[in-house]
């Protein structure tokens, strides 16, 4: 793998608060300012939702290429995440993100090494590692 990746995306403005993001190969997303902000907008991804999107999406994608390289199996990975937007001395900022992945494993004695995966995970995850808002998890193994 090379040192150095580019990802490129691309953003169009279309009416009120609401925009087209797009990136070349990759099927555009609507999005907007989010509703509890003035002129927002429900139902459509605004930038706080794709942030805690993004930490929570590279745990997945990290905890899946560790759990293939170590030969763990695993019937389900799933998560949820909180992201606690908060009025700071700097305005407002992302403080926190709280994801909560659970992992499905057959047997009770893969659990142990399931829940080091998934910290390692966390350890490793570039997109968390690049931010500066607090990242957590909360980990549930299941047999």
């Known amino acids: 793998m090379a040192e150095t990746h580019s990802y490129s995306t691309a953003l169009r403005w279309n009416q009120e608060r609401k925009g087209v ?6 099927p555009d997303i609507e999005v907007a300012t989010p509703p509890e902000f003035p002129k927002g907008h429900p139902g459509i991804w605004s930038p ?6 993004a930490a929570e999406i590279c745990l997945m994608t990290t905890f899946l290429a560790i759990a293939e390289k170590s030969k763990l199996e695993f019937k389900e990975y799933s998560s949820q995440a909180v992201g606690t937007l908060e ?3 700097v305005g407002y900022l992302i403080t926190k993100i709280l994801i909560k992945p659970q992992v ?9 090494r399931a829940l080091r995966i998934v910290e390692m995970a966390e350890k490793h995850c570039l997109i968390s590692n690049s931010m500066k808002t607090e990242v957590s998890i909360a980990p549930e193994i299941i047999v």
């Open 48 to 53: 706080e939702h794709m942030f805690v999107a």
């Open 21 to 26: 993001l797009s990136s070349q190969g990759l």
């Open 104 to 112: 499905v494993i057959r047997e009770q004695s893969q659990a142990d």
């Open 87 to 89: 009025k700071t001395d």
